[in-house]
Nanobody
Framework: EVQLQASGGGLVQHGGSLRLSCAVSGLTFATYDMSWARQALGKDPEWVSSIDSGGKNVHYADSVKGRFTVSRDNAKNTLYLQMNSLKPEDTAVYYC????????????????WGRGTQVTVSS
């Protein structure tokens, strides 16, 4: 069974930082492109970032470019999202997905989500 468990969310002030992690099991992590997506209350899912299996090619949504950094540790089966300069509009539940950029960029690839983590940014 594939399990994707995001963690590291919380309440942070405008301009603050958080680092999300996603622990992955049930698949050969090092062979999968991975993505982060988010969904704010009452809004459609939004793709955030993707990284290829080797960690060399990354993509970001325009809304987070320059503030967020995606990375991965294939030895630890873990995906990361470093979020800096957080804004209230970043408030959402964040999910990791075992799918890459071309699957996720248009609709956030909800079918591939695991359990999310809540990020709340206060103004």
């Amino acid at each position: 069974e594939v399990q994707l468990q995001a963690s590291g969310g919380g309440l942070v002030q405008h301009g603050g930082s958080l680092r999300l992690s996603c622990a992955v099991s049930g698949l050969t992590f090092a062979t999968y492109d991975m993505s982060w997506a988010r969904q704010a209350l009452g809004k459609d899912p939004e793709w955030v970032s993707s990284i290829d299996s080797g960690g060399k090619n990354v993509h970001y949504a325009d809304s987070v470019k320059g503030r967020f950094t995606v990375s991965r540790d294939n030895a630890k089966n873990t995906l990361y999202l470093q979020m800096n300069s957080l804004k209230p509009e970043d408030t959402a539940v964040y999910y990791c997905a075992n799918a890459g950029y071309y699957y996720c960029k248009d609709d956030g690839c909800m079918d591939y989500w695991g359990r999310g983590t809540q990020v709340t940014v206060s103004s």
